[in-house]
């Protein structure tokens, strides 16, 4: 299928910014062209967006925590499935198979309970501060983070390779879209319970009780589940389906490995947003999950040898309420997983605080909290692998004020 | 109320004056106008009649045992717990939660405070202890959902609850919530069915309650100068009236309740200096209040912790107190709304004979109205019943009873969770809402397929011959010919999610 984007690389962006009435906002930028660029030749950070907001929960389990059985009691893994035991009471999710080797040969990081603090928990207000960096909108000037990086690393003659569009680095100058090209579509979320409530209407009467309460709740029902499905429909646009990445990731990598200048790469991967029938060890996440573990090891492979200058980190916009729902499936919550790998990566290790799932310790009384800010990863593999100065983390997080190192980099 | 065989309709029919005639004359209609197998259907009625309100629910084989042995024998059987044998599978579940085994001091020395190398005052040693108790409570949950699946004391097992909820602890986390199961087991468990002032004296000394309910800070401070300051907390004093004896119709004034947080005062939670076992409870002379008082017409001299004493047997002795705790007894037995009668002979016997609750219960399993067809199959399951009747049905050993405590969260009746001063209700037409029809449905489906992995694989009552068998009287034959349409494991779900498996 070759590897031509939908436009020509870079332009799009380039002539939007030069007629935007925001023109103002284009010249503020324009100091950045004249800044000597930064970054080291050959050093690439691939970011992969798993839209939709995977469950923290499921790919890093808890299963030493009794608490966790009690809040999800038809998704929760148990210590016996072929899960990895990462240590500390964590399984990783036995979907993530193809991810093993990595953990082994102490290249993949793992770090649980991450996020954008004070992120809100809609798709579209949680992406917009993930693409700006910043819960603030008004301080990132229409640019994504992305694109802000791309700029101090490279100058105007910074490239980029992506797998979808996204408004994460909107202001780059040059990016490549790969398109995945025809892939296979996102199934949709069942609900399993559906067609028990169709054989129960017959049995309930119409006058007492106990029969409007039927009709009532399997209304009710039925509303939900509709604008649940909606709405993961909609948590999955712009991103490549799970399914098709499986294939894709392959063809992303070896693009990558050979575009070195190209400092950074993007793809969001969609098909995370599993309101309905999670599933635990298997079902639906299971299945994405095995989906985008293929595509993750298949960038790996794609990089070959160039593994040793890249770091890829995976995360989602947000992660899942602690306590399942009524379908059999986990609600937008805060705290979620971000996985490190690569070379340079200090991994084989669990990373951050872990805050636990008693009440009391859950965000507003139900989300896993988020112990660690993904941009604090994110600005030490700029510094340290990619050698953005320190001083630009201002720029391109606005407001973000890094705290003391996780030490992902080796 | 659906009539689920032609002898209910009959009765129905029938105009007696009095509910003793109607079931005489509707036993010899029957024996006269029906075949010797309507006095089988009959029994099987009364038999399932009887497992639906003195047990959680029909196991596989109940039905056929208590129909052979009698209603009343088995009612007899169920007033003796101590006579009944507890299967060797529940200890072996009950061994894997150590928290069980555990009293209110060794928690504490264990998981409280104190156990920190820290301060006390250290707010994140605070919030350690919090996790802790959270984790203990979780097993208090499990092992209470154990017992009620497997135990065959399983009247023992529903007072339990019931006393539970009566002597709710509210829903504050801390100490109170480390001390959950240990207030079950040191206060409740040994008092269930015995007599009722030793239960409320015994639920008043308990270190959980003292914190959950604020006695404990209910004190008269000294600081050697000066008059005693009272910082009377009359919160506990008054819940013990309103709620836990005399009811909120009963004839307490505020003077009383006031009167009793003053008898209270220096309740407190502690070791015993003399260094004996007391649970955890100590009364501090220091921090109470010496003078007289008058409460509910009755002076009580100043005389330490025997005002207390002497208060709570006044009011576990107060014909209001056996009133309002026979009502509700009928209440959460047999209807959501008691007749008066009945309400009045369950007092009679509670006054004569000191409050013995086994002795009421027998009043009330050998009244007429129990067995009255206007109270068979009419009542909707709590969630907890919804949930424990689906697993006895099935005659499962539990694999997971975090799910199934978590699946109750779901359903709408966490336990140890209930705000309010008693707990969950026990009038059973107040559990009839949308969102928790909807859940059961879903419970249902989610049990019989495995997605709640509660019930192991490969279960023999799994499957729908057996559960028609175990269930009996309680499926209509819509719902039976709806399951045997079904296929395979939706047939189970089907069973289980029906209005006959939400109602008793």
């Known amino acids: ?410 | 109320m659906r009539a689920r065989s032609p002898r209910r309709r009959f009765l129905r029919n029938l105009s007696f004056p009095t509910p003793g005639r109607a079931v005489l004359a509707g036993f010899l209609s029957a024996c006269l106008l029906f075949p010797v197998a309507a006095v089988g259907a009959e029994n099987a009625d009364r038999a399932l009649h009887v497992l639906n309100r003195l047990t959680y629910g029909p196991a596989p084989g109940e039905l056929a045992r208590v129909e052979a042995m009698g209603t009343q024998a088995f009612i007899a059987e169920q007033l003796e717990p101590e006579r009944i044998e507890e299967p060797a599978v529940l200890a072996e579940q009950l061994a894997g939660l150590p928290t069980e085994s555990m009293n209110t001091v060794q928690l504490f020395r264990e998981f409280g405070p104190s156990a920190e190398s820290g301060t006390q005052t250290d707010p994140e040693a605070m919030r350690r202890v919090f996790d802790r108790a959270g984790a203990a409570a979780l097993e208090a949950a499990r092992a209470r959902l154990c017992r009620a699946i497997l135990s065959k004391r399983q009247l023992y097992e529903l007072m339990v609850a019931f006393w539970c909820e009566h002597f709710n602890l509210g829903n504050k986390r801390g100490l109170a919530h480390l001390w959950a199961g240990s207030f079950e087991r040191e206060a409740i468990r040994p008092h269930a069915m015995g007599r009722f002032l030793d239960l409320l004296a015994a639920t008043a000394m308990h270190p959980a309650m003292l914190i959950a309910r604020d006695n404990w800070k209910n004190v008269v401070r000294r600081d050697g100068s000066g008059p005693p300051r009272p910082q009377i907390d009359p919160t506990y004093a008054a819940i013990v009236i309103g709620h836990q004896t005399l009811g909120p119709h009963g004839p307490q004034k505020t003077e009383d309740v006031k009167a009793l947080a003053r008898i209270f005062t220096g309740w407190r939670v502690g070791a015993a200096r003399d260094g004996s076992g007391s649970g955890g409870f100590a009364f501090d002379p220091e921090l109470h209040d010496p003078t007289d008082k008058v409460f509910l017409g009755k002076t009580i001299k100043g005389s330490g912790v025997a005002e207390g004493v002497a208060a709570l047997r006044i009011l576990a002795g107060h014909p209001a107190t056996a009133t309002a705790i026979s009502r509700k007894l009928i209440q959460y037995f047999l209807c959501d709304d008691p007749p008066a009668a009945l309400v009045a002979r369950l007092a009679k016997t509670f006054a004569a004979t000191d409050g013995n609750i086994r002795d009421v219960l027998r009043t009330l399993f050998s009244s007429p109205e129990f067995f009255s067809a206007a109270y068979m199959g009419n009542r909707f399951k709590s969630p907890l019943r919804q949930a424990v009747s689906a697993v006895r049905a099935v005659g499962a050993l539990p694999v997971d009873t975090a799910a199934l405590a978590g699946a109750l969260v779901g359903l709408g009746q966490p336990l140890y969770a209930a705000g309010g001063p008693e707990g969950y209700t026990t009038v059973s037409s107040a559990w009839i809402k949308p969102a928790g029809v909807a859940w059961r449905i879903a419970f249902a489906g989610d049990v019989a397929s495995r997605r709640l992995p509660v019930i192991p694989r490969g279960t023999p009552g799994l499957g729908v011959p057996a559960l028609i068998k175990t269930l009996g009287p309680g499926l209509s034959a819509a719902t039976r010919a709806a399951a045997a349409k079904a296929q395979g494991e939706h047939g189970v779900a089907v069973l289980l999610a029906s209005p006959d498996f939400m109602r008793y």
């Open chain 1, 1 to 410: 299928m070759g590897a031509l984007g939908l436009c020509a690389p870079g332009e799009l962006w380039a002539r939007k910014r030069s007629k935007s009435a925001a023109g103002s906002h284009a010249r503020k930028s324009e100091p950045k062209r004249t800044a000597p660029p930064h970054g080291r030749p050959g050093k690439q950070l691939v970011v992969l967006l798993l839209q939709g907001g995977p469950d923290g929960l499921s790919l890093v389990a808890p299963t030493a925590d009794p608490l966790y059985p009690y809040l999800r009691p038809t998704t929760a893994l148990t210590a016996k499935e072929a899960g990895l035991d990462m240590g500390s009471g964590f399984l990783l999710h036995p979907a993530l198979a193809p991810l093993f080797p990595l953990w082994k040969s102490k290249r993949l990081a793992v770090i649980p309970a991450c996020g954008l603090p004070g992120a809100p928990t809609t798709h579209a207000g949680a992406l917009a501060g993930f693409a700006a960096g910043t819960v603030r909108p008004g301080r990132s000037t229409g640019t994504g983070w992305l694109g802000r990086l791309s700029l101090a690393l490279g100058g105007s003659s910074a490239q980029m390779v992506v797998g979808s569009l996204s408004p994460a680095f909107a202001g780059a100058p040059h990016y490549k879209l790969i398109a995945p090209g025809r892939g296979h579509h996102l199934p949709p979320l069942v609900d399993a319970n559906a067609g028990l409530f169709s054989a129960e209407e017959h049995l309930f009467g119409k006058r007492d009780p106990l029969d409007k309460a039927f009709v009532v709740g399997q209304r009710s029902r039925e509303q939900a589940l509709r604008a649940y499905l909606a709405e993961a429909r909609q948590a999955a646009s712009g991103a490549v389906a799970a399914p098709a990445f499986a294939d894709f990731g392959e063809r992303f990598g070896r693009e990558l490995a050979g575009r070195r200048d190209a400092a950074l790469a993007f793809t969001a991967v969609g098909g995370f947003d599993t309101h309905v029938g999670q599933g635990a060890a298997t079902g639906y996440l299971a299945d994405r999950l095995r989906e985008t573990a293929k595509g993750m090891v298949g960038v790996t492979s794609g990089l070959g040898r160039t593994l040793e200058n890249t770091v890829v980190v995976a995360l989602g916009e947000f992660g899942r309420r602690a306590r399942e729902n009524a379908f059999g499936g986990t609600d937008n919550g805060q705290g979620g997983v971000m996985l490190v790998w690569g070379g340079p990566v200090a991994g084989g290790r669990l990373l951050g605080h872990w805050p636990g799932l008693a009440e009391h310790r859950l965000a507003d009384g139900r989300d896993v909290a988020v112990t660690t800010d993904w941009r604090q990863v994110v600005a030490e593999i700029a510094v340290r692998h990619l050698g953005l100065p320190e001083k630009r983390l201002d720029v391109i997080f606005p407001g973000f004020t890094p705290s003391s190192p996780l030490g992902v980099l080796a």
